[in-house]
């Protein structure tokens, strides 16, 4: 797609980008929140200056936002239904950027055992209804790179080494 195509796909995600700051913001602390957040968003430097190169601030903040946006309703729904398709969103982020695994796979399971200490019970349903498909849809990569190199390789390794890169 070259160029425009680049172009067009950054574009996409940064209106996705937008949209969810505003979202968020106002469902989480009202509609002052949310219109400042996506005024903030609309003016980042970073969303302006880099818009032509792919996988960068842009991409990264709609994954990450995505992946909130999609555990917070899950949470607020409180539905195995809901869970699975916040682990497959979770999953979805994990095989663009290896960075966001390690949040995936523990950090979510994680909190969500926390927050729901209340009800112990359905908490350790939903983290595992999450972790079942989580793990699931994440499988067949790491299976892939034993394959391919004949070691376990959960990820990409040039995840960590971009996101190095990207906020040097």
């Known amino acids: 797609p070259g160029y425009p195509g680049v172009l067009a796909l950054n574009l996409a995600l940064g209106a996705a980008v937008l949209f969810l700051l505003w979202r968020l913001g106002e469902r989480w602390f009202g509609p002052p929140v949310g219109l400042t957040a996506l005024a903030l968003g609309a003016f980042y430097p970073p969303f302006l200056f880099h818009g032509a190169q792919p996988m960068r601030e842009t991409a990264l903040a709609a994954f990450s936002l995505g992946v909130v ?100």
């Open 69 to 168: 946006a999609a555990v917070s309703r899950a949470a607020e729904l409180g539905t195995a239904r809901a869970w699975a398709l916040a682990a497959l969103v979770t999953v979805a982020a994990a095989l663009t950027n290896t960075t966001f695994l390690p949040f995936g796979l523990v950090v979510v399971p994680a909190g969500m055992l926390w927050l729901g200490r209340r009800d112990p019970r359905a908490a350790l349903r939903a983290a595992a209804v999450y972790a079942t498909v989580f793990c699931a849809a994440y499988s067949p990569w790491p299976l892939r790179n034993h394959a391919r190199f004949g070691r376990m390789i959960l990820g990409s390794t040039a995840g960590a080494a971009s996101s190095f890169y990207i906020y040097l």
